[in-house]
């Protein structure tokens, strides 16, 4: 049957390493446990969507299933997914490189060892790689910089005003944070709000459901943060939360906003996305039959690339690599 490589073991990978369960893969993370991924991000970070939505196959979450788990009840749950549908995962373990070679997969991992597969499912997560502009390196050295892929709870936020950069759904939340203890100022355009109850309903699941009309659209959908869902405008005012144009360059080591003022800044938080890391794949491998993806946004629905959506992709990926 050959061997079958999963790396990672997010919601992604356990998706895909179940409905593929009959040819027993291999899944890779790069944690100290299951879940570690939810750890890491900041304090406070809910799932937008309720849990009736964000199940894994088979396994519901535990509790209301109308609440919003927040991201360390989401990783307890990935971890006791594994558990119960008794996934092997190797822990600590990362994939260095890639080569595609005479049909087959042959992976160098970071502590030196190898692994040859039949077939490859990258399932780390969209947001591995932080995105900044490229003017951010103009900045004053003595402005502190933190992007929000390494921001936890504001402790090591110094004295001064502190510019979020980034609207979407980070960015406010973070905004909305600071700006209890330090002046904030929340740059990027407005991006809406989605009600609350609108966020729960089936009407939008089955739009998220919706295939992506064209890589035109996916381009378009990439660029865009997506509207909030725990913020209105109004909220962010109430918190103290002051809205700015976007950023747009760097004057004398301060940033510059669309509108032309220099703002004075001790602090800077990049809310401006992450991308995957996809730099260790062997580019011989691209269409390979026996290579699939799951949870890249937009990759097949509106929903692909969130968690309502890897179960179905990686149900489609594992029909591609075999019977399961």
């Known amino acids: 049957m050959g061997t079958t490589v999963v790396v990672g073991a997010g919601a992604a990978g356990l998706a895909t390493a179940v409905r593929l369960r009959r040819h027993d893969p291999v899944v890779l993370d790069a944690g100290a446990r299951v879940g570690d991924s939810w750890r890491h991000r900041y304090a406070g970070l809910r799932l937008f969507t309720p849990a009736r939505f964000c199940a894994l196959p088979g396994v519901p979450l ?31 373990t990362t994939v260095r490189a890639h080569r595609f070679r005479d049909g087959r997969h042959h992976l160098t991992l970071g502590d030196g060892g190898s692994l040859v597969a039949d077939r490859l499912v990258w399932a780390a997560g969209a947001h591995a790689v932080p995105v900044v502009p490229p003017f951010a390196a103009a900045l ?41 203890t330090h002046r904030t100022c929340l740059a990027g355009p407005r991006t809406g709000t989605v009600p609350l109850a609108v966020a729960r309903s089936r009407a939008v699941r089955a739009l ?6 064209g890589e035109r659209a996916r381009r378009f959908l990439r660029r865009r943060a997506g509207p909030l869902v725990w913020h209105t405008a ?60 799951v949870g890249l946004p937009f990759q097949h629905t509106l929903s692909s690339g969130t968690l309502g959506g890897m179960a179905p992709d990686a149900a489609r990926v594992a029909r591609r690599l075999g019977p399961h």
Not at 208 to 213: D, F, G, I, S, T
């Open 140 to 180: 004053d050295p003595a402005i502190h910089q933190v992007h929000s892929a390494a921001f936890r709870d504001g402790a090591g936020i110094g004295d001064g005003p502190v510019l979020v950069v980034g609207a979407g759904q980070s960015g406010a939340d973070l905004a909305s944070l600071l700006a209890a």
């Open 208 to 213: 998220y459901r919706l295939p992506v009309p």
């Open 62 to 92: 535990p509790g209301d299933p109308g609440a919003h788990p927040a991201k360390d009840d989401y990783a307890d749950y990935l971890e006791a997914y594994a558990d119960r549908q008794r996934i092997g995962v190797r822990l600590g």
């Open 234 to 293: 109004r909220s962010l005012a109430a918190a103290g939360v002051v809205r700015v144009p976007r950023v747009t360059g760097v004057r004398d080591g301060l940033p510059v906003l669309a509108d032309g003022r220099v703002l004075p800044v001790a602090t800077v938080v990049w809310c401006t996305g992450l991308r995957p890391r996809l730099d260790w794949l062997d580019p011989r491998a691209d269409g390979v039959p026996s290579l699939g993806f």
